[in-house]
């Protein structure tokens, strides 16, 4: 038996199929990372980090809810009315309802200045789809200049403006031809304009601009009270701008103007623009005043203003000279150098004076001045009573002479020479008076016949008013109510009075001033049947160069009349003034040129307002009388 180990057959490994290789996907690769990535976390995780982690998380939660606490909170506390008020807003809109504004009235109740309704025409130049076609268009309906059809094409044009005016305030007829014309972008709506029922009345009534505010006349005066406080309308609306029916709506309504009642009387202003303007284009006048003022109340029953345009044309829609013009007054002035000495007792109707015909001033000085009577005469003997009569120049230095300077000048400001009427009307000037101690040369003596002092048509008549309303002051009104829009009446404030001179005194001097009318420079300011009282002014006007003559050598005339009648029982005093008549023409004195319109313009008052003369009163009767001597 061999040692040697028996030899085994080596056993080969049994072969197994071999398996499908597969590819190593994307989520085997994450899947590694991930494995390895949590490894490593969890290797370095430790337990007090873990809570310091979730403190801060939970700490950074609470202070976001905590700031959204406090957010609400502010919301609905302290934020909360401005936000509702923002979303109110927001869903709300506001119409503005314009008010009314009051209407003009004369003294008798008859429309002067009315509101009436009236369209506007817009155009939306986004909306517009060719702006030069649609300029042309609007330019044929509405008679547009080229200038402004060029003007409206460039604003049409403008895409970034959503609004612009074509035209304003137009007649609701041009209105609709413009809307038949089915323009893209144009539209109209309402808006109130005003006007006046009689044209002449413009220099009075004055006009409003095209949003309804007073610029002139009344209309600025007492825009005020014309203007009334306009409503509103608030409705809140959905997301299609369409009314909310269950929303509170808000409806404020408009509060029209109150009405004014003024002391106009239509009818006759109409006559007196009539008459006035007829004299002062038959004459080549540059314009013409005529105020009529009811003696006792110093209510303003018609003032008129004409004046010539720079084509020639005449016409009464301009300024109201009456009350911003001022110029010197002549020999209407007389009537208070007289009416002063007379109350000073310096001098009587029958006191005597030796006049000359001419004489110089101031001889041998800077202010050397021949100064004539109104007419040529030697020396000659004159009555007071004539020197008015014949409007002596000379007489009246005389018989203003017997008074101081000083004295003087405080009667022209008793008479309201210098400061503004009680009517404060817009514009109005308190004309010129200056200081007695700045009276220098011939001012020393000329104020006497009405030269170194401007007032205006209001003053004067006003002043002269004095003597007819028994030598009381009375300020002139044109406002006598306001009516409220339920209808109640509230007299307007009484003018100021104050006793000027003496009921005697005013009594001699409206005796004098009749014998003007019967005998003197006004006779033909008479009227027939009934006593008339007057006084003439024919002035000089004062050039620019600083004298009473042109370049030329030519004087222009300021031509005037103030009188008041029944003479024995005044009702009316009556201005009329007529500035620069033809020069050449012998209508350019206060006798020619302004008398006849007082006469009648007289007898126009005495038709229309029933005047009837007082018993006895039978106008001027009988030759001049003898103490007078021979007319001039």
Known sequence: MSNTAPIRRAQRPTRRAPEPRRTQGVGDFFGAISSYGVTKMTDNIHAGDMRKRISAMFMAIFVVLALVYLRVLVLQTWKAAEYRELSVEQRTRSQVIRAERGTIYDRDGAELAIPVPTRTVFADPREVTDPITTARALAMVLQLTPEAEIDLAARLQNKSSSFTYIVRQVDTAIAKAVLDLDLPGVATYREEGRVLTTEGMRPIIGRTDLDGVGIGGIELQYNDVLTGVDGKLEREVNSRNQSISSADSDYVPAVRGQNLVTSIHRTLQFQVDGILQQQVERILARSGTAIVMHTQTGEIYAMSNVRRNDDGTYSNNSGNIAAVEAHEPGSVAKVFSVA?????????????????????????????????????????????????????????????????????????????????????????????????????????????????????????????????????????????????????????????????????????????????????????????????????????????????????????????????????????????????????????????????????????????????????????????????????
């Open 340 to 632: 002063a000495a007379i109350e000073d007792g310096t001098v009587t109707p029958q006191s005597v004076f030796k006049v000359p015909g001419k004489q110089v001033f101031n001889d041998g000085t800077q202010w050397r001045q021949e100064i004539k009577d109104a007419y040529p005469h030697g020396l000659e003997e004159m009555t007071v009573r004539k020197i008015l009569v014949d409007s002596s120049n000379l007489g009246t230095v005389q018989i203003s002479k017997t008074l101081s300077l000083e004295r003087n000048r405080q009667w022209l400001s008793a008479f309201g020479f210098g400061e503004k009427t009680s009517l404060q009307f817009p514009g109005e000037t308190k004309g010129l008076l200056k200081l007695a101690r700045n009276w220098q040369g011939t001012e020393t003596v000329t104020f006497a016949y009405g030269y170194g002092y401007a007032t205006t048509a209001l003053q004067l008549v006003s002043a002269v008013n004095v003597v007819a309303n028994d030598g009381v002051y009375i300020g002139p009104k044109l406002v006598t109510a306001t009516v409220s829009e339920a209808g109640v009446s509230t007299p307007t404030a009484a003018t100021p009075t104050r006793r000027v001179i003496s009921s005697a005194t005013a009594s001699t001097m409206r005796g004098l001033m009749t014998d003007v009318v019967c005998y003197g420079t006004a006779q033909l300011a008479k009227l027939q049947g009934m006593s008339v009282a007057g006084k003439t002014g024919t002035g000089y006007i004062r050039q620019d160069n600083g004298t009473y003559l042109k370049d030329d050598g030519s004087r222009a005339y300021f031509a005037s009349f103030v009188g008041f009648l029944p003479a024995n029982k005044p009702q009316f005093t009556v201005l009329v003034s007529i500035d620069e008549p033809d020069p050449s023409s012998r209508d350019r004195f206060g006798g020619t040129a302004a008398a006849p319109v007082f006469s009648r313009i007289g007898q126009v008052i005495v038709n229309e307002l029933d005047l009837r003369p007082e018993p006895g009163d039978t106008g001027c009767v009988g030759p001049r009388p003898a103490e007078l001597g021979p007319s001039h």
